[in-house]
């Protein structure tokens, strides 16, 4: 302990003398500077890179991520039960209106419409039979009306020819009541048994659409209603996209849309709003938009991911900068503007407009030639500035012509 002492001072005044004279070091340099600054002596000129102001057409635009849907949809079922004999169509078949699609076994039915035929036909044998008897109940009424006229009949046998005859009439038309119960029996059962054939009849749109689901298989019983088949119209096809209350108002229909997917890159396919939501959902704050997009060939499907990119203004002509030369000073936009010489700048506020990309929309006065944009915080209005790639540009031509 006694032989460190000396040691560890020698070594904490080298350390304190150390730290002073780096102290020193620094204040003289920080003199050095005030000094040039109060001497008015010319700044160097700053270096920057430029781009050229443009005019043209801007426009502002969202892309809007969302799913295919079909247009329409229709689900194939059976009006009545029964063992399915036969799915004559598959998944990705196309369908025209009205067409058998599927069938159902139709044994039971053809009975069902023999024992209706036989019914009717006794039906009709009871009528002609009732028709028989009272005929001979008529002849028999008036027979007997001329006898009693005449003093030979009673009036109770008047009175039973009368009943008898109201009878045969009641069973008259007991007999004509059945044959009407019998013919629509008979209706009724061959109805049900065209109904074993089960058509896609739906109404509206294309006359035809495509299979996307199958849901039964043959020998399958289904109920009267089961869903056999799902059949779906794609052309045209349904873009949906659902957007905040931001771009909400922004959005009309009719504005054309140009959609892109994964499924084809490179490809777009044009499209229009169709319909806009009135409301918007309350889980999500979002309001539900559907777009119209032609699909005569079937390549996009329903459920396929699409990205919808929608123009919600344009401006036909405007002054355009590379939005790296927006600078922000005292809370205010602006630009630097570089001199005809390229010797200097001068500071221009602007209001900015439409933003599209890294191309910005902007007004103001004088904004034209060029634009600084890099170095800007370096410079003020009436700076020197310098700009190192016209000057490399410049030297290296001046090097070809030399080296000829």
Do not use: C
């Not at 849309?257 to 777009?268: C, K």
């Amino acid at each position: 302990m006694k032989s460190g002492g000396p040691k560890i001072f020698i070594l904490m005044v080298l350390l304190i003398g150390a730290a002073a004279g780096l102290g020193w070091l620094i204040f003289g340099q920080l003199q050095e500077r005030a000094g040039s600054s109060k001497s008015g002596r010319p700044s160097r000129p700053v270096p920057v890179e430029v781009a050229r102001i443009q005019r043209g057409p801007i426009a502002l635009q969202r892309t809007f991520s969302g799913e295919l849907e079909s247009l329409a949809e229709f689900v194939v079922a059976p009006k009545v039960s029964g063992r399915v004999e036969r799915v004559i169509v598959n998944i990705a078949d196309t369908v025209k209106r009205g067409q058998v699609v599927a069938e159902l076994d139709n044994d039971e039915y053809v009975q069902a419409v023999a024992q209706a035929q036989a019914d009717l036909a006794v039906a009709r044998a009871n009528l002609s039979q009732a028709q028989s008897a009272l005929e001979i109940a008529n002849r028999e009424f008036k027979r007997t009306e001329s006898l009693l006229k005449r003093g030979i009949a009673s009036d109770s046998e008047f009175d039973a020819v009368s009943q008898d005859r109201l009878a045969k009439q009641a069973q008259l038309k007991v007999a004509a009541a059945q044959i009407t119960k019998a013919e629509s029996s008979l209706e009724t059962t061959n109805i049900r048994l065209r109904y074993t054939k089960v058509t896609a009849g739906w109404t509206g749109g294309d006359e035809h659409r495509v299979v996307a689901e199958r849901y039964v298989d043959e020998g399958q019983t289904v109920a009267a209603n089961a869903p056999l088949l799902l059949i779906v119209e794609l052309h045209p096809i349904v873009g949906v996209v659902f957007v905040t209350e931001r771009d909400y108002a922004h959005l009309k229909p009719g504005q054309l849309v140009a959609l892109t997917t994964d499924a084809y890159p490179g490809e777009q396919y044009p499209g229009r709003i169709d319909r806009i939501a009135p409301v918007f959902r309350k889980s999500t704050r979002q309001a539900r938009i559907e777009m119209t997009i032609d699909n005569p060939q079937h390549r996009l499907k329903p459920g396929m991911f699409i990205r919808a990119t929608v123009v919600l203004a344009r401006v036909p002509e405007a002054i355009i900068v590379p939005e790296q030369a927006l600078t922000i000073r005292d809370d205010k936009s602006g630009v630097f503007i570089v001199s005809e010489d390229g010797r200097s700048v001068a500071w221009r506020e602007v209001k900015v407009g439409i933003r599209e990309g890294n191309r910005v929309q902007v007004e103001g006065e004088g904004l034209s030639g060029r634009a600084v944009t890099l170095g800007q915080q370096l410079v003020k209005d009436g700076s020197a500035i310098t700009i190192p790639a016209e000057q490399n540009k410049t030297a290296a031509g001046r090097k070809k012509v030399d080296s000829q």
